[in-house]
């Protein structure tokens, strides 16, 4: 009688099993009621780029749905959608922009979507977070730095370059007097930035060009976004020169035959000049003449490839 009930309960265990492998494997094949689900991983809210964070999905079935988003410990901070009724097939493209009901920015961290179904009698908690990060990336560079650039084509000081760090993945940016001339295509936490010298101008028919930059001083400034759209604050580090022909002094006073000196600063190996008929070429650097004899005023020129300066000598 025992071996009986012994192979009785070993049976009726073995059917149980069996029922519940059943269910298992029937729960298995039941399709989702929630497909082509896409959710943006990362945004901020304080940011111009990704202020909002976009929450993808079809319904397979009609259904009568609520969407809200809840924190890490399960709390609910915010409703997207509240009983509302779609057919099946319906594509849904809802938004959260990370604000609170008082107005306030949600603290950083992670969010999940939270879906319920009214007619399926299911509640689905998208396996796909949502961060907010508000803070900006900080970017390092050396600094001051005094650049000299001469944007004229003859690859002599044509462009500057400088490599930079970041305290995450971003983009690198440069801006020259406030316009922005360099935004980095990838993302990552080290890297260079690049002014060839030139600004962008609009012409009179409105399209805008980039040209080389006219002689003068140009603060130069490093900022950086990150992934969610955070701009970290502009830092000035540089002041460049723009100089393609630069004279140390625009008039020279000298007695008549005497000799003078004059400073010429470009970056062209040679420059040629001409003074009351005489003329010649000599490297750069500081240049060395004689005054015309006859007292007066003279002009000197000086060119440097397409460049030209002229100095007035005033022989007394």
Known sequence: MARVLSTAIVLALLAATAAAFAITEGAKLEHSPILRTKV???????SQAHPVAHIDF????RERISVWIDNKDGDRVGTLLTNRTYRAGSKLRLVWDGIASNGTVQPDGEYLP???LA???RVITLPSPITIDTKPPVITVRHPLYPILS????????????PYTLNERAHGILLVRGSQVEFTLGQ?????????GKLKVALPNGQKVFRPARPGRYLLTVAAQDEAGNVSKGFPFAIAQVRYLTLARDRVVVRPGGRFALRVSTDYPTVGWRLHGAH??????TLHFRAPKRAGVYRL???AGPHSAKCAVVVA
């Open 40 to 46: 943006d991983p990362l945004f901020s809210p304080s």
């Open 58 to 61: 079809q319904l397979r079935t």
């Open 114 to 116: 939270v879906v319920k």
């Open 119 to 121: 007619r399926s009698h």
């Open 151 to 162: 944007p004229d084509g003859d690859h002599r000081r044509d462009s500057f370059t400088v």
């Open 188 to 196: 990552k936490e080290s890297g260079e930035l690049h002014w060839n």
């Open 280 to 285: 010649g070429e000599q490297a750069h650097g």
């Open 301 to 303: 020129y000086i060119t």
